[in-house]
Every structure is written in C-alpha cells, then in structure tokens.
C-alpha cells in the first residue's frame, strides 16, 4: 500500500486537496438556522411529515438551515441563541419544560429571533393536566380555546392586509380544503394585526360551530419578534395549495430577518 501512494505524483495530492477545499468553500454559508418544533405522534403527525420535505425543499432553495425537535428538554436560552426563527409546527403550548418556557417567552419579548405558529399552537386552556399558560394566551391575544370542527370543513379565506410581506402574491381570498376549524372564547383581533380570517358562511359543510368575528392569520406588535400565527395546519392537503404554501414561504423570509 504504502508503495502505491509513493507512486502518486505530489502535483495529484496537491491537486485533490486543492480541490477538496474550494468545494468545502464554495457551499454557501446559510443565510439563517431555524428551529421547528412538531409533535412526535397525535393527529397532527401527518401534516408534520408533510411539512419536513417541504421545508427542507425550501432550506436548500432559500439557503437556509433548519433543526427539528418533537420535544422542549434541549430548550434554553444558550440553545435558542442559535437560531434567528423557531417554527412551531402543531406543538402545544402547554407541558413545557419550566427552562424551555422561560426561555422562549425571553426570545420572543426581547426579540432574539423570529416565531411562526400553527394550528395547535393556540390549543390555550387547561389539558391533559396541565394549567393555561397565560404569557402565552397574552401573545395570542388573550384568547381561550373553547371548541373546534371535529368533522372538518372546507371554506373560504379572505386576505385582510394584503400589504403584511407575508401575503406578497397571494391572492385576495383562497379555498381551504380540509380543516378542524377551532373557535375561541373571543376574537383575538383588539390585541392583535389581523392579516387574513375565515368566512365562516363558506363552510362547506356547514357547521354550528362558529364565533362571528374569526380571524386564522395574525401577528402581535406588541412583541419585540417578529412573529406570524396561521391557524392552518391540521391536514397535509394543504401543501397542494400554492396559496398556503407561499404564506407558509413568505412568513419564513419575513420572520427570520430582524
């Protein structure tokens, strides 16, 4: 063996070193890490498993690098440093780990990074024996889950601000396919920047289950973060929708700047 490499010209080793090292610097440096968060099992796993292709499709067209965790033990403020926006993909908030609470309600008030939220970040109540989490139904605009569409429904969204960066080509309403609509025990709107509600009358089946005043897009400015709810987020038919699919894009360019 040892004859073999005396054999090799030292312009050859020279050369693959060479080459070795402009390709290890030619990858381009991410433009910002991101950390997304998602239930490991539940009946959220579907559009989690959905979302992880998708996203890691957008990281490497966008530049980006993106972390996944289905649990809050590695949360603190050392560990959320790293990142410029946490993605919250269906995790609850509730039965966090007293460290990783506290260190993201710091990120998010002082503005460390940005946030995007879905779906089941709003189940705000009292679950699974665990107490509401009140900075965190203050951040969602002091709301209250209070009940949901368990047989879904398809309807009708409608584009309030059509100036947010977040809704930047998208269209003035767009069909829902499939969705557990939750309703709360109030609009969250006085504390809150609506960007998009439901048409309740477009659901298709109807459904008693409605607040009036129902907005499904919305952001807090009274955070020091950037940060983006969109209720959406149940089924994994939503990433058919160009519609969800550039909110979903824009929201991350958007949040992960500061």
């Known amino acids: ?7 090799i010209p030292v312009c050859c080793v020279v050369l693959w070193l060479v080459a070795g090292a402009t390709a290890a610097w030619a990858q381009p440096k991410p433009r910002f890490r991101v950390l997304a ?3 490991p099992g539940g009946h959220h796993i579907a559009y989690s498993k959905a979302a992880r292709p998708w996203l890691d499709s957008l990281a490497a067209k966008e530049h980006f690098s993106i972390d996944y965790i289905d649990k809050t033990d590695p949360i603190n403020e050392a560990f959320l440093a790293k990142y ?6 269906d995790y609850v908030p509730y039965a966090w780990k007293p460290e990783a609470a506290a260190a993201f309600e710091k990120y998010i008030d002082e503005g460390k990074g940005g946030w995007i939220g879905f779906h089941h970040a709003t189940l705000l109540g009292e679950f699974d024996g665990y107490k509401i989490w009140p900075w965190f139904s203050d951040f969602m605009g002091g709301i209250r889950y209070k009940n949901y569409i368990a047989d879904f429904a398809a309807a009708t969204v409608k584009v309030e601000n059509g100036k947010h960066p977040i809704m930047k080509g998208v269209p003035a309403t767009f069909r829902v ?3 557990e609509w939750y309703i709360y025990d109030k609009s969250p709107r006085a504390n809150v920047d609506v960007i998009a509600s439901v048409d309740e009358s477009t659901y298709q089946p109807d459904s008693k289950i409605k607040m009036g005043d129902h907005p499904v897009v919305w952001s807090n400015p009274k955070k020091k973060a950037k940060n ?6 149940h089924s994994p038919v939503l990433f058919e929708s160009a519609a969800y699919k550039t909110i979903f894009k824009n929201a991350i360019l958007w949040a992960s700047q500061k």
């Open 177 to 179: 396919q499939k969705e």
């Open 37 to 39: 968060m998602a239930e």
């Open 228 to 233: 983006v709810y969109i209720f959406m987020g």
């Open 84 to 89: 410029q926006l946490i993605i919250q993909l």
């Open 1 to 7: 063996m040892k004859n073999v490499f005396r054999k």
